[in-house]
């Protein structure tokens, strides 16, 4: 008896939410698909277990009681709650599919993202890929962008967000430079060699370059022979043997299982920053974007430490 109670209450706060909002039982009862003798039945038992009067009636109007006024907005939200319930459920039935904005930085892109694209879209056909690439951080929401991926955990009110994994950078040179110019032991030495740094696109400041050294973390910026502006950049002039460079381990990996970059300074590499996705709350219930989220985590978790 208690759980029939608890029920019809809950149908009742529906349908005085919905005619509170909209002025008639008639309008409350095409929005809930129901008749109106049954709003009415409704909100009448609801007044009841209530002791309390929601509604002011007339022949021509519905008008909210102060009593109902203080009541109302917290029947909408129950609504709203339920109707968001239903919302997730129908998404989570749903096959992804329609096109799916993805922003990333450059070396994210080419390195993590991109070849994992076909296994993606052999999993889920009916998404269509929509990849950007820019170095500057974008107006996630501004831009409809559905998911960006990014260095750091970077807060916004407005978008919910997932860290991926740990970010390793690391000093890489080619094995010619090093067999040229020696293996630096320690932090200090790099500035007796050759060093390719970036300079950001976004500030102009150039990367300053942290080690931990003696159980503590320092960062020293290197009077660099070659300045670029593109990660990619540093990979190159690096492999080709323009000297050390500081380079995220994942994206080295590659480069040093087929013998065209070896770490230095191993023991001193630092983990600064994560890999985070952030999306809307508007597209938490986006079939594509949680598919996409959990392609994401899987492939981050196969990363190179």
Do not use: K, M, N, W
């Given at each position: 008896m208690t759980e029939r109670i608890a029920i019809d209450r809950l149908t009742g706060l529906f349908a005085f939410a919905?005619?509170?909002?909209?002025?008639?039982?008639?309008?409350?009862?095409?929005s809930l698909g129901v008749s109106p003798s049954a709003v009415s039945k409704s909100i009448q038992r609801l007044e009841q277990q209530l002791g309390l009067a929601l509604f002011t009636r007339t022949t021509r109007s519905l008008?909210?009681?102060?009593?109902?006024?203080?009541?109302?907005?917290?029947?909408?939200?129950?609504?709203?709650?339920?109707?968001?319930?239903?919302?997730?459920?129908t998404a989570a039935?749903?096959?992804?599919?329609?096109?799916?904005?993805?922003?990333?930085?450059?070396?994210?892109?080419?390195?993590?993202?991109?070849?994992?694209?076909?296994?993606?879209?052999?999993?889920?056909?009916?998404?269509?890929?929509?990849?950007?690439?820019?170095d500057h951080l974008?107006?996630?929401?501004?831009?409809?962008?559905?998911?960006?991926?990014?260095?750091?955990?970077?807060?916004?009110?407005r978008l919910l967000s997932r860290?991926?994994?740990?970010?390793?950078?690391?000093?890489?040179?080619?094995?010619?430079?090093?067999?040229?110019?020696?293996?630096?032991?320690?932090?200090?030495?790099?500035?007796?060699?050759?060093t390719v740094n970036l300079r950001f696109q976004s500030t102009g400041q150039l990367f300053r370059w942290p080690f931990r050294t003696g159980g503590r973390e320092i960062e020293i910026v290197p009077s660099s022979g070659v300045?670029?502006?593109?990660?990619?950049?540093?990979?190159?002039?690096?492999?080709?043997?323009?000297?050390?460079g500081i380079i995220a381990s994942f994206i080295a990996a590659p480069h040093v299982a087929r013998g065209a970059l070896v770490p230095v300074l191993e023991d001193c590499a630092v983990e600064r920053h994560g890999i985070s996705a952030l999306w809307p709350e508007s597209r938490r219930s986006n079939p594509a974007v949680r598919?996409?989220?959990d392609h994401l985590q899987t492939a981050t978790r196969a990363l190179p430490a």
């Open positions: 919905r005619a509170g909002s909209l002025g008639s039982y008639t309008a409350a009862a095409q008008t909210l009681t102060a009593e109902g006024r203080d009541l109302h907005q917290r029947a909408l939200r129950l609504l709203r709650d339920a109707e968001e319930i239903e919302q997730v459920a039935r749903a096959e992804p599919s329609g096109t799916l904005r993805i922003a990333a930085s450059l070396p994210i892109g080419l390195h993590l993202i991109a070849p994992g694209l076909p296994a993606f879209r052999a999993a889920h056909p009916r998404v269509a890929i929509d990849l950007r690439l820019d974008v107006d996630i929401v501004g831009q409809g962008i559905d998911i960006a991926v990014r260095l750091g955990d970077l807060a916004d009110s860290r991926l994994a740990p970010l390793r950078l690391c000093a890489f040179a080619a094995p010619s430079y090093l067999a040229a110019r020696g293996v630096p032991r320690h932090p200090d030495e790099i500035a007796a060699h050759d300045i670029v502006d593109a990660s990619e950049a540093v990979i190159a002039t690096v492999i080709a043997g323009g000297g050390i598919a996409f989220l």
